[in-house]
Protein backbone atom coordinates (compact mmCIF):
# COMPACT_ATOMS: atom_id res chain seq x y z
CA UNK A 1 0.00 0.00 0.00
CA UNK A 2 1.32 3.57 -1.03
CA UNK A 3 1.37 6.51 1.31
CA UNK A 4 1.29 6.81 5.14
CA UNK A 5 -0.08 4.47 7.20
CA UNK A 6 -2.85 5.89 9.50
CA UNK A 7 -4.11 3.17 11.00
CA UNK A 8 -4.90 3.64 15.13
CA UNK A 9 -4.21 7.89 14.35
CA UNK A 10 -6.34 9.56 16.46
CA UNK A 11 -8.04 12.83 15.29
CA UNK A 12 -10.29 14.31 17.99
CA UNK A 13 -13.30 11.81 18.37
CA UNK A 14 -12.34 10.05 15.64
CA UNK A 15 -10.28 7.05 15.73
CA UNK A 16 -8.88 5.52 11.93
CA UNK A 17 -9.15 1.48 11.59
CA UNK A 18 -8.46 0.72 8.22
CA UNK A 19 -7.65 2.04 4.67
CA UNK A 20 -10.56 0.91 1.90
CA UNK A 21 -10.63 0.40 -1.89
CA UNK A 22 -11.83 3.33 -2.11
CA UNK A 23 -9.89 6.66 -3.55
CA UNK A 24 -10.77 10.20 -3.81
CA UNK A 25 -9.02 12.05 -6.41
CA UNK A 26 -6.35 9.64 -6.17
CA UNK A 27 -6.38 9.88 -2.22
CA UNK A 28 -7.06 6.99 0.01
CA UNK A 29 -10.33 6.75 1.91
CA UNK A 30 -10.36 5.79 5.21
CA UNK A 31 -12.79 3.60 8.09
CA UNK A 32 -12.80 5.83 11.63
CA UNK A 33 -14.64 5.21 13.95
CA UNK A 34 -16.08 7.80 16.09
CA UNK A 35 -16.61 7.89 20.12
CA UNK A 36 -20.21 7.68 20.10
CA UNK A 37 -20.08 4.12 18.09
CA UNK A 38 -20.89 5.20 14.26
CA UNK A 39 -18.32 4.80 11.72
CA UNK A 40 -17.44 6.98 9.05
CA UNK A 41 -15.50 6.79 5.89
CA UNK A 42 -12.52 9.62 5.50
CA UNK A 43 -10.31 10.38 2.70
CA UNK A 44 -6.51 11.14 4.18
CA UNK A 45 -6.47 14.77 2.80
CA UNK A 46 -8.68 15.63 5.74
CA UNK A 47 -7.68 13.45 8.57
CA UNK A 48 -5.60 16.55 9.96
CA UNK A 49 -6.71 18.31 13.00
CA UNK A 50 -8.34 20.96 12.53
CA UNK A 51 -10.36 19.76 9.22
CA UNK A 52 -12.11 16.90 11.19
CA UNK A 53 -13.33 16.47 14.39
CA UNK A 54 -15.86 13.96 14.46
CA UNK A 55 -18.70 11.68 13.03
CA UNK A 56 -20.57 14.64 13.05
CA UNK A 57 -22.32 13.75 16.31
CA UNK A 58 -20.12 16.75 17.92
CA UNK A 59 -18.62 19.67 16.15
CA UNK A 60 -15.70 21.25 17.47
CA UNK A 61 -15.59 25.06 17.96
CA UNK A 62 -14.11 26.17 14.31
CA UNK A 63 -16.73 23.82 12.62
CA UNK A 64 -19.11 25.20 14.77
CA UNK A 65 -18.54 28.50 13.54
CA UNK A 66 -17.91 27.61 10.29
CA UNK A 67 -21.32 25.82 10.20
CA UNK A 68 -23.35 28.46 11.83
CA UNK A 69 -24.87 30.46 9.46
CA UNK A 70 -25.58 33.54 11.55
CA UNK A 71 -22.47 35.33 12.91
CA UNK A 72 -24.44 37.83 14.82
CA UNK A 73 -22.94 38.67 18.17
CA UNK A 74 -19.75 36.39 17.67
CA UNK A 75 -16.39 38.20 18.23
CA UNK A 76 -13.65 38.16 15.49
CA UNK A 77 -10.43 39.92 17.76
CA UNK A 78 -11.87 43.68 18.19
CA UNK A 79 -14.50 43.08 16.06
CA UNK A 80 -18.09 42.38 17.27
CA UNK A 81 -20.52 40.98 14.41
CA UNK A 82 -23.63 43.03 14.26
CA UNK A 83 -25.54 41.30 11.71
CA UNK A 84 -25.46 41.47 8.15
CA UNK A 85 -25.00 44.84 5.99
CA UNK A 86 -27.25 43.86 3.16
CA UNK A 87 -24.48 44.34 0.80
CA UNK A 88 -22.72 41.93 -1.33
CA UNK A 89 -18.52 41.52 -1.52
CA UNK A 90 -17.26 41.83 -5.21
CA UNK A 91 -17.70 38.27 -5.58
CA UNK A 92 -21.24 38.49 -4.44
CA UNK A 93 -20.50 37.07 -0.87
CA UNK A 94 -22.58 38.86 1.78
CA UNK A 95 -20.95 41.57 4.30
CA UNK A 96 -21.23 41.15 7.55
CA UNK A 97 -21.39 44.77 9.70
CA UNK A 98 -19.30 44.70 12.67
CA UNK A 99 -18.53 47.42 15.70
CA UNK A 100 -14.64 47.50 16.51
CA UNK A 101 -13.21 48.47 19.95
CA UNK A 102 -12.60 51.66 19.15
CA UNK A 103 -16.38 51.80 18.13
CA UNK A 104 -16.07 52.50 14.26
CA UNK A 105 -17.99 50.03 12.49
CA UNK A 106 -16.53 48.34 9.36
CA UNK A 107 -18.20 45.79 6.47
CA UNK A 108 -16.04 42.47 6.03
CA UNK A 109 -17.01 38.96 4.36
CA UNK A 110 -17.28 35.96 7.00
CA UNK A 111 -14.86 34.39 5.34
CA UNK A 112 -12.47 37.22 6.38
CA UNK A 113 -13.54 36.97 9.85
CA UNK A 114 -13.43 32.86 9.74
CA UNK A 115 -9.67 32.99 8.30
CA UNK A 116 -8.54 35.88 10.85
CA UNK A 117 -7.22 38.45 8.07
CA UNK A 118 -9.68 40.92 9.94
CA UNK A 119 -9.43 41.27 13.42
CA UNK A 120 -10.20 45.08 14.01
CA UNK A 121 -11.18 48.29 11.62
CA UNK A 122 -7.95 49.12 11.30
CA UNK A 123 -7.38 50.79 14.20
CA UNK A 124 -4.63 48.68 15.39
CA UNK A 125 -2.23 49.36 12.28
CA UNK A 126 0.13 52.56 13.36
CA UNK A 127 0.66 55.28 11.08
CA UNK A 128 4.08 56.04 9.97
CA UNK A 129 5.88 58.62 11.22
CA UNK A 130 3.49 59.55 13.71
CA UNK A 131 5.90 62.16 15.43
CA UNK A 132 5.00 64.53 12.44
CA UNK A 133 2.09 65.53 14.23
CA UNK A 134 2.75 69.17 15.24
CA UNK A 135 5.43 69.51 12.64
CA UNK A 136 5.98 72.34 10.33
CA UNK A 137 6.58 71.95 6.45
CA UNK A 138 6.66 75.41 4.70
CA UNK A 139 3.23 77.31 5.68
CA UNK A 140 1.92 73.76 6.76
CA UNK A 141 1.31 72.28 10.12
CA UNK A 142 1.08 68.73 10.59
CA UNK A 143 -2.49 68.33 12.56
CA UNK A 144 -3.41 64.44 12.28
CA UNK A 145 -2.77 61.43 10.17
CA UNK A 146 -5.58 61.03 7.61
CA UNK A 147 -5.31 57.44 6.50
CA UNK A 148 -4.52 56.23 2.81
CA UNK A 149 -5.64 57.24 -0.32
CA UNK A 150 -4.65 55.22 -3.82
CA UNK A 151 -1.51 53.91 -1.56
CA UNK A 152 -0.51 57.03 -0.51
CA UNK A 153 -0.28 58.42 3.03
CA UNK A 154 -2.28 61.15 3.67
CA UNK A 155 -1.85 63.81 6.61
CA UNK A 156 -4.33 66.81 7.99
CA UNK A 157 -2.26 69.90 7.63
CA UNK A 158 -3.47 74.10 8.42
CA UNK A 159 -1.88 76.30 6.56
CA UNK A 160 -1.07 79.28 7.96
CA UNK A 161 -3.98 80.61 6.06
CA UNK A 162 -6.46 79.29 7.67
CA UNK A 163 -7.23 76.75 5.08
CA UNK A 164 -6.87 72.62 6.29
CA UNK A 165 -6.07 70.26 3.49
CA UNK A 166 -4.80 66.51 3.27
CA UNK A 167 -1.06 66.13 1.83
CA UNK A 168 0.32 63.24 0.47
CA UNK A 169 3.30 62.08 2.81
CA UNK A 170 5.87 61.95 -0.26
CA UNK A 171 5.01 65.88 -1.06
CA UNK A 172 5.59 66.80 2.31
CA UNK A 173 8.77 64.94 2.98
CA UNK A 174 10.06 66.07 -0.84
CA UNK A 175 9.31 69.27 -0.38
CA UNK A 176 7.07 69.60 -3.34
CA UNK A 177 3.51 70.96 -1.31
CA UNK A 178 3.98 73.63 1.06
CA UNK A 179 1.27 75.23 1.21
CA UNK A 180 -2.42 74.28 0.69
CA UNK A 181 -1.99 76.02 -2.44
CA UNK A 182 -2.51 80.11 -1.64
CA UNK A 183 1.22 80.43 -2.16
CA UNK A 184 0.50 79.74 -6.49
CA UNK A 185 -3.09 81.09 -6.31
CA UNK A 186 -4.45 83.16 -3.56
CA UNK A 187 -7.96 82.20 -2.72
CA UNK A 188 -7.92 79.16 -3.58
CA UNK A 189 -7.53 76.26 -0.79
CA UNK A 190 -6.47 72.67 -2.95
CA UNK A 191 -3.16 72.22 -4.13
CA UNK A 192 -5.22 69.94 -7.21
CA UNK A 193 -7.01 70.92 -9.61
CA UNK A 194 -8.34 67.71 -11.89
CA UNK A 195 -5.46 66.28 -11.15
CA UNK A 196 -2.66 68.85 -11.34
CA UNK A 197 -0.63 69.98 -8.61
CA UNK A 198 -0.39 73.35 -8.41
CA UNK A 199 2.50 73.97 -5.85
CA UNK A 200 4.52 71.14 -8.23
CA UNK A 201 4.03 74.02 -11.13
CA UNK A 202 5.90 76.84 -8.98
CA UNK A 203 9.57 77.26 -10.35
CA UNK A 204 11.45 77.69 -7.09
CA UNK A 205 10.27 73.55 -6.85
CA UNK A 206 12.57 71.07 -8.38
CA UNK A 207 12.86 67.36 -8.08
CA UNK A 208 15.77 66.31 -6.23
CA UNK A 209 16.83 64.15 -9.51
CA UNK A 210 16.57 66.92 -11.75
CA UNK A 211 20.11 68.12 -13.02
CA UNK A 212 19.56 71.29 -15.46
CA UNK A 213 18.73 73.66 -12.82
CA UNK A 214 14.93 74.58 -14.71
CA UNK A 215 11.82 72.95 -13.65
CA UNK A 216 10.46 70.94 -16.63
CA UNK A 217 14.23 70.76 -18.85
CA UNK A 218 16.40 68.27 -19.15
CA UNK A 219 19.37 67.50 -21.18
CA UNK A 220 18.99 64.24 -23.63
CA UNK A 221 22.41 63.07 -24.48
CA UNK A 222 20.76 60.73 -27.55
CA UNK A 223 19.43 63.71 -29.45
CA UNK A 224 21.91 66.26 -27.82
CA UNK A 225 18.65 68.77 -27.20
CA UNK A 226 17.25 70.46 -23.78
CA UNK A 227 13.90 68.52 -23.59
CA UNK A 228 10.93 70.46 -22.23
CA UNK A 229 7.84 69.32 -20.83
CA UNK A 230 4.87 69.43 -18.30
CA UNK A 231 2.91 67.31 -16.43
CA UNK A 232 -0.91 68.39 -16.70
CA UNK A 233 -3.86 66.13 -15.39
CA UNK A 234 -1.24 63.35 -14.66
CA UNK A 235 -0.29 63.20 -18.31
CA UNK A 236 3.26 64.36 -19.44
CA UNK A 237 3.01 66.69 -22.66
CA UNK A 238 6.50 67.02 -24.76
CA UNK A 239 7.17 71.06 -25.26
CA UNK A 240 10.07 70.32 -28.17
CA UNK A 241 13.70 69.63 -27.80
CA UNK A 242 16.33 72.84 -28.38
CA UNK A 243 19.77 73.57 -28.65
CA UNK A 244 19.79 76.12 -26.07
CA UNK A 245 18.61 75.37 -22.44
CA UNK A 246 17.37 79.10 -22.49
CA UNK A 247 14.68 78.29 -25.12
CA UNK A 248 13.75 74.99 -23.67
CA UNK A 249 13.02 77.13 -19.86
CA UNK A 250 11.12 80.00 -22.39
CA UNK A 251 9.00 76.70 -23.75
CA UNK A 252 8.19 75.50 -20.25
CA UNK A 253 7.87 78.70 -18.41
CA UNK A 254 4.95 79.58 -21.77
CA UNK A 255 3.37 76.37 -20.60
CA UNK A 256 3.51 77.45 -17.47
CA UNK A 257 1.16 80.30 -17.83
CA UNK A 258 -1.12 78.61 -19.81
CA UNK A 259 -2.32 75.53 -17.06
CA UNK A 260 -5.22 77.82 -15.95
CA UNK A 261 -6.79 78.59 -19.38
CA UNK A 262 -7.83 75.79 -21.93
CA UNK A 263 -4.36 74.17 -21.54
CA UNK A 264 -5.25 71.04 -23.98
CA UNK A 265 -6.47 73.60 -26.38
CA UNK A 266 -3.28 75.66 -26.37
CA UNK A 267 -1.37 72.53 -26.59
CA UNK A 268 -2.81 71.39 -29.62
CA UNK A 269 -2.64 74.26 -31.88
CA UNK A 270 0.97 74.94 -30.69
CA UNK A 271 2.72 71.42 -30.86
CA UNK A 272 0.48 69.29 -32.66
CA UNK A 273 -0.08 71.41 -35.53
CA UNK A 274 3.86 72.05 -34.78
CA UNK A 275 4.56 68.57 -34.91
CA UNK A 276 2.82 67.67 -38.23
CA UNK A 277 4.14 69.88 -40.00
CA UNK A 278 7.76 68.97 -39.36
CA UNK A 279 6.28 65.40 -40.34
CA UNK A 280 5.26 66.81 -43.62
Not at 22 to 32: E, F, G, P, T
Not at 63 to 74: F, H, S, W
Not at 129 to 147: C, E, N
Not at 192 to 202: A, F, N, P, V
Request: proline share 3%.
Amino acid sequence: MRGKDLTGLRIGKLTVLEPTDQRIRSAVVWRCRCDCGNEILVESRRLKPGVVYSCGCELSPDEAVRERKDLTGLRFGKLTVLGKSGNKAKDGNPLWLCQCECGRKIETTKRRLLTGNTRSCGCGKKPPLKDWIGKRFGMLTVMSYAGKENGFHLWHCRCDCGKEVDVRQSNLQNGWTKSCGCLRDPGKNLHYTDGTCLEMLRPEVTYKTNTSGVKGVYFSRKRGKWIAQIMFRKKCYYLGGYDQIEDAAEARTEAEKNIFGNFRKWYEEKYQKKKTGEQE
